[in-house]
């Protein structure tokens, strides 16, 4: 891959965009390649955290790559945004957890892709934005629906609708990132708290995850049973028998992730 590279290491898979020049900049290659990337590491049993950060030290990722809008028919603009949903709908819908480590700028396509982790995480130097509108258009890699389903309707409008970039410590405010740390030790915190995440039960956490999302959007009553069902499909697991066993023995638990 040209512009996506993945280290494994101890189960955490570290999903690095690669395109400097353009200050990670989403074109058709690398929305392939991440699709391609996250395909792998949905079968590859050696990566159980998942983080995607951007390269340097400048930029997450700017957008999607906008040299190739003034091209675009309306139907062809369809078929983009259908696209770059479709690769960010595979990320959020993946059974090990995925972590954003915001490193600079995530606008545009890039705050969608960190919308479509399950956490985010920022360097001091983010800056977060959805700034389609001047350019006369409007986000469409997720951004009208995960960004107010995320922070509210009121917090999203207000980056929908002006364009402008907000800080690190701005996004934390309005619930956008989870936390904000130094850009030099954004890379080594991510990595602590993915292993917390790794030392749990992934079994549990992949239903934690379907709960979630399949809910979201649903009734209560909807999501309650989502819940139940997924309450008893963890109940068929080894995991669930060695997480109890553990803590009436008091011990820690040797989850085998089965
Ligand atoms: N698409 C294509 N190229 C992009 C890009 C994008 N979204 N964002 C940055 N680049 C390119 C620039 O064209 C430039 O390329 P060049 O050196 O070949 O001219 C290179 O990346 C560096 O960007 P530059 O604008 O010179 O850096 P800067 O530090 O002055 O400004 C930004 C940084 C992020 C403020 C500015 O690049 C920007 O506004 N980018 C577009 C952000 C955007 O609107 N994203 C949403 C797209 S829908």
Redesign the pocket.
């Known amino acids: 891959m040209d512009f996506v590279k993945v280290e494994i290491n101890a189960g955490i898979a570290r999903v690095t965009i690669d395109r400097q020049?353009?200050?990670n900049?989403l074109n058709g290659q690398v929305l392939d390649e991440l699709e391609a990337c996250f395909l792998d590491l949905k079968e590859n049993p050696e990566a159980r955290v998942i983080i995607v950060t951007g390269a340097g030290d400048k930029s997450f990722v700017?957008?999607?790559?906008?040299?190739q809008f003034p091209s675009l028919s309306p139907a062809e603009a369809q078929a983009f945004s259908v696209r770059g949903q479709a690769v960010f709908s595979l990320i959020e819908a993946s059974l090990k957890p995925v972590i954003a480590a915001v490193n600079g700028?995530a606008?545009?396509?890039g705050c969608e892709l960190a919308l479509a982790c399950h956490l985010r995480y920022a360097a001091e130097n983010a800056l977060f934005g959805q700034?389609?509108v001047?350019?006369g258009v409007i986000a469409g890699y997720g951004g009208t629906q995960r960004l107010p389903r995320l922070v509210g309707t009121g917090h999203a409008l207000d980056l929908l609708l002006s364009g402008r970039m907000a800080k690190a410590d701005e996004a934390l405010s309005m619930g956008l990132v989870n936390a904000v740390f130094p850009q030099a030790e954004l890379l080594e915190k991510v990595h602590e708290i993915a292993g917390v995440i790794l030392a749990q039960g992934s079994q549990a956490q992949a239903y934690t995850l379907k709960a979630v999302y399949e809910g979201a959007g649903k009734s209560m009553a909807a999501g309650l049973e989502i819940e139940a069902t997924a309450f008893r499909e963890v109940f068929k697991t080894e995991d669930r028998i060695e997480g109890a066993t553990a803590f009436l023995e008091r011990r820690a638990p040797e989850f085998k992730n089965r």
């Open positions: 020049s353009k200050l900049a700017a957008g999607a790559d906008i040299s700028f606008l545009g396509g700034p389609e001047k350019l």
